[in-house]
């Protein structure tokens, strides 16, 4: 049995999801006071994911032109990046918890997104 149970139809919805919280939360979470890096990093990560998700061969794209398995490369690439981002620029308090959460949270989707195969194979027994 397969722990993976995001299919790629629902990651491609929490891709959209996270790039809005990516793109918002520096705001409301007054990040532009800690540090710039804190705001603009999120932020422009936001408005990059939505970029990708857009070109990736799943529901909700419009280009078709990157394939899950190259996006999901893409998706751990920026997790550990939220992991090591506080580290490398010294964030603290909420800047700190809230990359090391989104970080993980990242990767954990990841681990848990069917590749195509595995959803199309899924999909021909529920049939």
Do not use: C
């Amino acid at each position: 049995m397969s722990f993976r149970i995001i299919t790629p139809r629902v990651h491609g919805l929490l891709d959209y999801m996270s790039a809005i919280v990516l793109i918002l939360a520096p705001s409301v979470l007054e990040f532009n006071e800690v540090s710039p890096y804190a705001y603009w990093l999120s932020v422009i990560a936001g408005v990059i994911l939505i970029l990708y998700s857009l070109m990736t061969d799943y529901d909700f794209s419009i280009g078709m032109l990157i394939p899950l398995k190259t996006h999901l490369v893409i998706d751990f690439s920026a997790g550990v990046l939220f992991i090591l981002w506080p580290f490398i620029f010294d964030f603290t308090g909420l800047a700190l918890a809230y990359y090391l959460v989104m970080g993980f949270g990242i990767l954990l989707v990841v681990g848990l997104t069917q590749s195509d195969e595995e959803s199309q194979l899924n999909q021909s027994a529920q049939d």
